[in-house]
């Protein structure tokens, strides 16, 4: 059984810390994983906001409008 944590740090903090830490590979390793992930995420968090069927589109219009 393995076990998977979440950790959740702000990035100024967290790049501070890498970067007093770690040495130049794995920092820059480490900086390059951390904007692939925010990039995935972001395009993740697009995806759910996609309107891709007509159902989806008057489902949206009606939330909007209210009815």
């Not at 501070?16 to 390059?32: C, G, P, S, W, Y």
């Not at 995420?41 to 489902?59: F, G, N, S």
């Amino acid at each position: 059984m393995t076990s998977k944590f979440q950790f959740i740090l702000q990035k100024n903090r967290g790049l501070f810390d890498i970067a007093t830490k770690f040495n130049d590979e794995a920092r820059a390793k480490l900086v390059l994983r951390w904007e692939q992930l925010e990039r995935e995420r972001m395009v993740e968090k697009c995806m759910r906001h996609l309107l891709v069927t007509d159902m989806d589109v008057m489902r949206e219009a009606k939330s909007i409008i209210g009815l």
